[in-house]
């Protein structure tokens, strides 16, 4: 019922900065967005959510560089990353899912983002 799409990946410098996009189409119970990463032979890991409310939560390695946020319309979800680091090398993926309904969550294609001098 819901499908999402990233975009603004790329290729950077390391210290540079991209934001990547994720908009949603379509109705659910969803009432969070986030994104998630994955690099090369490693397992996704939590990078940031923002729910309807507004509140927001970070993983570690990212918090102070990276910032979630929503348009207006609360269709898109946006994820600026500042200061990148090779490390945050990996395919980003948006994902919403619901805190009522455990079952109602989807993904994205995900965006390759690759941090490298």
């Known amino acids: 019922q819901v499908q999402l799409m990233e975009s603004g990946g790329g290729l950077v410098q390391p210290g540079g900065s991209l934001r990547l996009s994720c908009a949603a189409s379509?109705?659910?119970?969803?009432?969070?967005m986030g994104w998630y990463r994955q690099a090369p032979g490693e397992q996704r890991t939590f990078v940031a959510f923002?729910?309807?409310?507004?509140?927001?939560n970070y993983a570690d390695s990212v918090k102070g560089r990276f910032t979630i946020s929503r348009d207006s319309a609360e269709n898109t979800v946006y994820l600026q990353m500042n200061n990148l680091r090779p490390e945050d090398t990996a395919v980003y993926f948006c994902r919403g899912w619901s805190t009522t309904n455990t079952r109602d969550y989807y993904w994205g294609q995900g965006t390759q983002v690759t941090v490298s001098s």
């Open positions: 923002i729910i309807d409310g507004g509140r927001t």
């Open positions: 379509g109705t659910s119970s969803i009432n969070v």
